[in-house]
């Protein structure tokens, strides 16, 4: 055990990574040269990344910091729009779809207090079903705006819309009702990150749905992305579905605009 690694010869995604400082506490190090510098020690190819700026603050102005990033590290972030419902959704929107460095979508329901059901996130989910691009968004257990079983009406309303709930509904309650939400509705991915989540968190939801529908994410910079990934590498899996979960599920899910390094048609 104490010289596992992530699968040599396979990529690493990590689907949830920010970018910038955040108003409510210190980050170290949130710049995306740092962010890449921690990325080349833990063998992580691609980190799929929204600014917090752009969640925060100024969607536009936040998913124009994400796409510089993109360019300053090709091949090594990728871009999330945000979509503040608030903030002209359709604008930002238009952007995504005219801009091919953006290969997904952010929302954060908690943070901008509107419930993904809410009529300002129709031309989301309407988006991602007619495209496939994928959506990352926030969901914690109890929540209003984001509890895991919300998502299940966006899953009845929109079938085809590919949704990855975020942290899994962040607490141990949470994760027992993300992965009830996907037992049910094939469109809805689990994301493993969160200072809650463990490695038998993680394989309790490789068991029950399955290694396909789990994908690794850090919370990056927020989270240690070497305490994150430790979590995967070290939990009770098959190698078959550690490699699902490190990034052959990621590469199966973003196919509208494929991520850098994709091997092709997946197994």
């Not at 949130?30 to 990325?39: C, F, N, S």
């Not at 100024?58 to 999330?80: F, K, M, Q, S, W």
């Not at 207090?113 to 809410?118: A, H, L, N, R």
């Not at 469109?187 to 990150?193: D, F, I, N, R, Y």
């Amino acid at each position: 055990m104490i010289g596992r690694r992530p699968p040599a010869g396979r990529q690493v995604i990590d689907v949830h990574a920010h970018l910038g400082p955040y108003s409510l506490f210190h980050i170290p190090e949130p710049g995306a040269r740092q962010m890449v510098d921690v990325m080349d020690r833990t063998g992580t190819q691609v980190a799929v990344v929204a600014a917090n700026r752009g969640i925060q603050q100024d969607a536009h102005l936040g998913n124009t910091e994400t796409l510089a990033a993109v360019d300053a590290h090709p091949g090594r972030i990728a871009a999330y729009a945000v979509i503040n419902p608030w903030q002209d959704p359709d604008r930002e929107l238009e952007r995504l779809a005219a801009d091919d460095r953006f290969v997904g979508i952010k929302v954060h329901p908690s943070l901008h207090q509107y419930p993904v059901t809410g009529a300002r996130y129709a031309a989301v989910w309407a988006f991602a079903a007619e495209t496939g691009c994928p959506v990352l968004s926030h969901s914690e257990h109890r929540s209003a705006y984001d509890a895991p079983v919300l998502f299940e009406t966006v899953a009845d309303r929109y079938p085809d819309a590919q949704v990855i709930l975020g942290h899994a509904g962040i607490s141990p309650a949470g994760v027992d009702e993300a992965v009830a939400a996907a037992s049910r509705h094939s469109s809805l991915w689990l994301e493993v990150c969160g200072s809650q989540m463990t490695g038998q968190l993680i394989t309790g939801m490789v068991e029950q749905v399955g290694s396909r529908r789990v994908l690794f994410g850090s919370d990056f910079p927020f989270i240690d992305q070497r305490m994150s990934l430790g979590r995967v590498v070290y939990a009770s899996l098959t190698e078959d579905e550690r490699e699902d979960v490190l990034g052959g599920n990621a590469h199966r899910l973003f196919r509208w605009r494929p991520l850098p390094g994709d091997p092709g048609e997946p197994r």
